[in-house]
């Protein structure tokens, strides 16, 4: 069956312990990007790549970094989650004559 | 950055009414998306329409698009309480790439 699948699906965790969002895919998708969703503003991009080790910054990248060493796993980090990361994340994967793909999200809180 | 905002943000109506949602974008698309989130969940894809392309049907489903305007609309038909999500049209990032980007969203509540 074609997924994207993320863990944790839930994550509470404390200002500064770095953490690790993981997101696989195995359509052999090309493109993968991640998303954050907090009320009133949308889902706005974080980081997205455009295949291994391409990757670039989307609308709020701060304080995320991102990895594409394989084709099928792209993971968040966050180095020093902050409250303000307390949000609801996607990851998702699309190739080039696909619609995008996605994962079942992460919601992550940080106190 | 983002480059479909939808309107309106919400929307209310009764079983049986149709619903019109509306998406505008910023810059030249080769396609234009629309998907469906139920609460909390992921996207799921409900249709794509292409540059040349003005309207498309998928059951209960129709898209239009106006390049000229940059503007879309997503019109669910006969709608069901079952429709109550919210709705997103996704534009390719500029610079022709395929990576979506979304706007804020038309939360939809259809009424029993």
């Known amino acids: 069956e074609a997924q994207v699948t993320q863990n944790p699906r839930y994550l509470i965790t404390v200002t500064g312990k770095k953490l690790t969002v993981t997101c696989s895919q195995n359509m052999n998708h090309e493109y993968m990007s991640w998303y954050r969703q907090d009320p009133g503003l949308g889902l706005r991009q974080i980081y997205y790549s455009m295949n291994v080790e391409v990757t670039d910054k989307g609308d709020v990248p701060e304080g995320y970094k991102v990895s594409r060493k394989e084709k099928r796993n792209f993971p968040l980090i966050l180095e020093s989650p902050s409250p303000n990361q307390t949000s609801l994340y996607f990851c998702?994967?699309?190739?080039?004559?696909?619609?995008?793909?996605f994962g079942q999200g992460t919601r992550l809180t940080v106190v | 950055s983002q480059q479909g905002e939808e309107d309106p943000q919400a929307l209310s109506i009764q079983e049986g009414e149709n619903a019109t949602m509306n998406c505008s974008y910023k810059?030249?698309?080769?396609?234009l998306q629309w998907y469906r989130q139920n609460s909390g969940r992921g996207l799921v894809h409900l249709i794509l329409?292409?540059?040349?392309?003005r309207e498309k049907h998928s059951g209960r489903l129709r898209v239009t698009l106006d390049t000229s305007k940059k503007s879309s609309s997503l019109l669910i038909t006969a709608s069901r309480a079952a429709d109550t999500a919210s709705y997103f049209c996704a534009t390719p990032l500029s610079g022709g790439s395929y990576i979506p980007t979304f706007g804020r969203g038309t939360s939809l509540i259809v009424h029993p």
């Open positions: 998702a994967s699309k190739d080039v004559n696909t619609e995008a793909f």
């Open positions: 329409i292409r540059s040349n392309e």
């Open positions: 810059t030249s698309i080769n396609n």
